[in-house]
């Protein structure tokens, strides 16, 4: 199983960067998919999440309005796209898989990959 999550940069307040996510090694179309953050020192944190297949979505508090989750099966890939950023949006931000009846909720999440660096100048 890999996740590669890519598309971090530096990027000052109030602009956009959109995140991907390449899944391979296991059916990506059975599972749920998730982006996380964490900032050093502190608890991994919910962002978003997307159904495997119907299209529901859902967002940590923080970001709604401002991030959208997307994802093309056919492509394996999972995407976040996000405007309106802000500095304490500055974060390693990772992809993983559910197949946890709480998907939306954040839970059941696994096989974490690499991380990309998102940061926010003020």
């Known amino acids: 199983v890999q996740l590669q999550a890519s598309g971090g940069g530096l990027v000052q307040a109030g602009g956009s960067l959109g995140l991907s996510c390449t899944a391979s090694?296991?059916?990506?179309?059975?599972?749920?998919m998730g982006w996380f953050r964490r900032v050093p020192g502190k608890e991994r944190e919910f962002v978003a999440a997307?159904?495997?297949?119907?299209?529901?979505?859902s967002y940590a508090d923080s970001v709604k309005g401002r991030f959208t989750i997307s994802r093309a099966n056919t492509k394996n890939t999972v995407y976040l796209q996000m405007n309106g950023l802000k500095f304490e949006d500055t974060a390693i931000y990772y992809c993983?898989?559910?197949?946890?009846?709480?998907?939306?909720?954040?839970?059941?999440?696994?096989?974490w990959g690499q991380g990309t660096l998102v940061t926010v100048s003020s």
């Open positions: 997307i159904h495997r297949s119907d299209g529901s979505k």
């Open positions: 090694g296991f059916n990506f179309g059975n599972y749920h």
């Open positions: 993983a898989r559910s197949r946890n009846g709480n998907w939306h909720m954040g839970v059941g999440y696994d096989d």
